[in-house]
């Protein structure tokens, strides 16, 4: 069986498939949209039959693959850790602008999952000072894999938030954390059937983890220093309200490509004479 007839008789669609089998055959598209005609040995006929009925299942490509790229990096991915996507990527973003090149930042992200965002920003800011906690020894894991990969340093710690950081401040705080109502019907559908439950609902209604972070990043905060958090889509009202509650100044939600408010944050109070950070 040809390339082309393997491809067709996937069942699944052609860019998938593609994607598999250049996997398989460790190839480029290019290549495999090239020799369309060559007929690849049996082994990775079989390898391939193989991924490509996992895919079928709905299992994530990520996962199938092992790999996910993030913020212009490939980062690994297990079963143990949630998928990362783009809209995170704007976390990355505001975070990268209140980090000056160069400058000895103390810098916290908290649920790291995959070690994605403390990852790129360690990547993107080498003076900075990177700490990443998880809850989960296996996410931790992958998390370290992904520093290992891309030549950080990040300390890593097992902990529930703050648990494990005493006594410890930062000049920037930043999470993705769970935050799907337990109810929300999209948690049986898609990728996200695959993902760790533990990473992905925050309660009722999703706020448990937000508010948990908000109440208590205050005593983790320099004077003047930031606590940004991704949410859902229809919770940056409720994110602004708690911020608010809990005397951050400039308070503000920061939409994503699509439009969509995905990211809220808010600043320590100032010291009387410290210097803020910009």
């Known amino acids: ?9 996937s069942g699944l669609p052609l860019l998938e498939a593609r994607m598999l089998l250049e996997r398989v055959l460790g ?3 290019a290549w495999v949209i090239a020799h369309a005609d060559e ?5 990775a006929v079989q390898a391939f039959a193989a991924m490509a009925g996992r895919r079928r299942q709905g299992e994530p ?4 693959l092992g790999e996910r790229e993030f913020h212009g990096l490939d980062f690994v991915v297990t079963r143990a850790v949630l998928i990362p996507r783009p809209e995170t990527e704007l976390l990355v973003e505001l975070a990268l602008a209140r980090m000056p090149a160069n400058a000895d930042l103390r810098v916290l992200d908290l649920g790291t999952g995959s070690g994605a965002i403390a990852v790129a920003l360690a990547k993107q800011r080498p003076q900075a000072r990177l700490t990443a906690v998880d809850v989960d020894y296996a996410a931790l894991a992958v998390a370290r894999v992904n520093a290992k990969r891309h030549r950080v ?3 890593f710690f097992c902990g529930d938030w703050f648990g494990a950081l005493s006594g410890e401040t930062f000049d920037l705080i930043v999470s993705n954390p769970p935050y799907v109502a337990s109810a929300d ?3 049986a559908m898609g990728d996200v059937r695959f993902e760790p439950q533990r990473a992905l609902v925050g309660g009722a209604d999703g706020l448990d983890c937000i508010r948990a972070i ?5 005593a983790h905060l320099n004077p003047g220093a930031w606590l940004l958090f991704e949410h859902g889509y229809d919770q940056a009202a409720a994110g602004r309200a708690l911020l608010e509650a809990g005397g951050y100044t400039e308070v503000q939600s920061w939409p994503d490509l699509a439009g969509i408010a995905r990211v809220s944050g808010g600043r320590a109070a100032p010291a009387a004479h410290g210097n803020d950070l910009e």
């Open 185 to 187: 019907p999209h948690l």
């Open 27 to 29: 190839k480029t598209r």
């Open 1 to 9: 069986m040809t390339i082309a007839q393997l491809l067709a008789d």
């Open 214 to 218: 908000v109440a208590k990043a205050g």
């Open 61 to 64: 490509i990520a996962y199938i």
């Open 153 to 155: 340093s990040v300390r």
């Open 39 to 43: 007929v690849p040995g049996a082994e």
